[in-house]
Each structure stands twice: as C-alpha cells, then as structure tokens.
T-cell receptor
C-alpha cells in the first residue's frame, strides 16, 4: 500500500534560518504529492502540490520538488518567520482517490 | 465560496452517548471526505462520498460509525455509544473531481472529547 514518511519533529529554528522538512513516499503508479500546513486549533490548509515528476510546487516562499528517482518531496524555505510555526503534513494521492498522510512535522520558529 | 464548514467545533460527551457532526462542503464540490486525527498523527481516512453515494469506508469505521450525504451536499457523521477511544479531531474535506488526483480542501474540524 501507499505510505508517507516524514522526518520527526519538532524542528526548532531561529527566524530567517533555512528550513528543510524531509518527506519520502512509497506508492504504485504516479501519485500527486502535497504539503499541507496546520496552525494550532485549525484544519489543514493546502500549502503546495506537484502532480508529476520534476514538477516544483511553490507558495508563500515554500518550495518542494517531486523527485521520482528518490521518491521524495522535501519541503524547503529560504528564510522562515515566526508566523511559519505550525505542523506540516506531506501527503500523496494515488489512483484510489484516498490520500495518505504522513505523521506531520512540527516547526517552531523563535524570534 | 466560504470554504468547508463544520459544526460543532467542539463537543464534550459522556461515554455511551451518541453524537452527530455536520460538514458543509464547498458548494460545487462533488466529493466529500471524513477523517479522524489524533494528537501527533496525520489525518486517517474514514470514508468518502461522491455526490450522495458512499464509495469507500475504512476498516477504522466500526459499526458504531455512520455517515450520510443525503442530497449530495452537506454530510453528517454519527457515532453511537461513544467510547473514550473516539476522542479525536474529526475533519471533513471536499474536492471537485476534474482529474483523478484532485486537491482536497479541509474544514476546521470538530474536536470530540468523550469522558
């Protein structure tokens, strides 16, 4: 079956530091890949997505590239802000329409 | 377009009681999903509808759980004879199927606490 593995958190950074959150996946076929963000007390919000190999999704300074050869979709941001503190979820949707989520990675950004 | 809404946002109940949650999807979306999320975990799929048809149910969805989407618009999720292990955030999401791998839009969730 499909699976998503994310690096364990929390990831703690100072403001303006570089962020990488690793995500690798196992899936049959050619899934679409997603990053969602969840702020405290809220539901998940779509951050970015990529639907085929070598696509780069980007939004609000965050980027992730769909790497089929390494089955990865790592999330990066060049300079994080305190307001980026949240939980980030990597997910995939394959041919079954049912998404598979990772366990989430908590990001804490200090001023 | 006001996004996906869920009611209530919080529910506290005693073990053995029944609870019902409501989800209103984005108006033109034909797919509606229910998930359960516990602390420190990602959302776990429970069930989904395409229009009014319930197409798939997870093995997580015991016979105490039932979901409906009677007119293909809003949906309800009922839990009968609640147990403490049912305490979780219940998330609803909707999507428009224009291609096989569509983007889902989530509501804020209903947090259930069973005492």
């Amino acid at each position: 079956g499909n699976s998503v593995t994310q690096m364990e958190g929390p990831v703690t950074l100072s403001e303006e530091a570089f962020l990488t959150i690793n995500c690798t996946y196992t899936a049959t076929g050619y899934p679409s890949l997603f990053w969602y963000v969840q702020y405290p007390g809220e539901g998940l919000q779509l951050l970015l997505k990529a639907t085929k190999a070598d696509d780069k999704g980007s939004n609000k300074g965050f980027e992730a590239t769909y790497r089929k050869e390494t089955t990865s979709f790592h999330l990066e941001k060049g300079s994080v802000q305190v307001s980026d503190s949240a939980v980030y979820f990597c997910a995939l949707i394959g041919g079954s329409y049912i998404p598979t989520f990772g366990r989430g990675t908590s990001l804490i950004v200090h001023p | 377009d006001t996004g996906v809404s869920q009611n209530p946002r919080h529910k506290i109940t005693k073990r053995g009681q029944n609870v019902t949650f409501r989800c209103d999807p984005i108006s033109e979306h034909n797919r509606l999903y229910w998930y359960r999320q516990t602390l420190g975990q990602g959302p776990e799929f429970l069930t989904y509808f395409q229009n009014e048809a319930q197409l798939e149910k997870s093995r997580l969805l015991s016979d105490r759980f039932s979901a409906e989407r009677p007119k293909g618009s809003f949906s309800t999720l009922e839990i009968q004879r609640t147990e403490q292990g049912d305490s979780a955030m219940y998330l609803c999401a909707s999507s428009l199927t224009v291609q096989i791998q569509e983007t889902q839009y989530f509501g804020p969730g209903t947090r259930l606490l069973v005492l």
